[in-house]
C-alpha cells in the first residue's frame, strides 16, 4: 500500500487481557516508530526500529509493553496484562533511513479501550 | 518542564482571519521543527518543517523559527472552517530518533 497500515483500527480488552497491535510500514522503510497518544496529548515516543533492531525502547512505559520487528518489516506492539491507563491511541511511523529529521508520516492509529 | 510547549486553546478566529499558533522547547540542541494537524478522531498529518531561522512559506502556511528565544510558530492566512483542528508542535534533536510533541493547541475557525 501506499501508507503506513495499522491494524486493528479498534480494539477494546479487558483488564488484564493482553493485546498485540500490527504496523505495516511504507515498503523499503527502514526505520520504523511507535507513539502513545493520550486523549487530549500529544504523541509520546515509544520506541524505534533500524530494520530489525530495536535501538531505543526509552518511551517503553512498563515491562508489560513489548515490540518486535523480526523480519525488519511489519512490526507488533505487544502489551500485556493490560490497564486502564493503557487505552489510548498507538501510532506507528516509519521512514526512509537518515530521513526522520524531514518529518515522518503516521498510520491511522490503533485506538485501545481498556474497560 | 516540558521538552515542548503549546497552549491548548481553543484559539478561535473568524473565516478569512489569520490564524497564530505558538511552542515554544526547552532544548537548544533542538535542529527540526515540525508542525502537524490533527483532525478529531484521525492521527496527525505533517504539514510544514523548519530548520533555520527566520520565515517559512508554504501556501497560505507560514512557520517561523527563532532559536535564540526557543520559539516556533506558525501562521495560517485566510482561515477557513476546514483548518479547524488541533495543530501539533515536534522538536527533533540531531541524530536523535524521537520526536518531542506539544499537548497541542485547539484552533476553530467560525464562518
Known amino acids: 500500500g501506499a501508507g503506513v497500515s495499522q491494524s486493528p483500527r ?4 479487558k483488564r488484564g487481557q493482553d493485546v498485540a497491535l500490527r504496523c505495516d510500514p511504507i515498503s ?3 526505520s520504523l516508530f511507535w507513539y502513545q497518544q493520550a486523549l487530549g496529548q500529544g504523541p509520546e515516543f515509544l520506541t524505534y526500529f533500524q530494520n530489525e533492531a530495536q535501538l531505543d525502547k526509552s518511551g517503553l512505559p512498563s515491562d508489560r509493553f513489548f515490540a518486535e520487528r523480526p523480519e525488519g518489516s511489519v512490526s507488533t506492539l505487544k502489551i500485556q496484562r493490560t490497564q486502564q491507563e493503557d487505552s489510548a491511541v498507538y501510532l506507528c511511523a516509519s521512514s526512509v533511513q537518515g530521513a526522520i529529521s524531514y518529518g515522518y ?3 491511522s492509529g490503533t485506538r485501545l479501550t481498556v474497560v | 518542564q516540558k521538552e515542548v510547549e ?3 486553546g ?3 478566529v473568524p473565516e478569512g482571519a489569520i490564524a497564530s499558533l505558538n511552542c515554544t522547547y526547552s532544548d537548544r540542541g533542538s535542529q527540526s521543527f515540525f508542525w502537524y494537524r490533527q483532525y478529531s478522531g484521525k492521527s496527525p498529518e505533517l504539514i510544514m518543517s523548519i530548520y533555520s531561522n527566520g520565515d517559512k512559506e508554504d501556501g497560505r502556511f507560514t512557520a517561523q523559527l527563532n532559536k535564540a528565544s526557543q520559539y516556533v510558530s506558525l501562521l495560517i492566512r485566510d482561515s477557513q472552517p476546514s483548518d479547524s483542528a488541533t495543530y501539533l508542535c515536534a522538536v527533533n534533536r540531531y541524530n536523535f530518533n524521537k520526536f518531542y510533541f506539544g ?3 485547539k484552533l476553530n475557525v467560525k464562518p
Open chain 1, 10 to 13: 479498534y480494539k477494546v480488552a
Open chain 1, 28 to 30: 523499503g522503510h527502514v
Open chain 1, 105 to 107: 508520516t503516521f498510520g
Open chain 2, 6 to 8: 503549546q497552549n491548548s
Open chain 2, 10 to 12: 481553543p484559539l478561535s
Open chain 2, 103 to 105: 499537548s497541542g493547541t
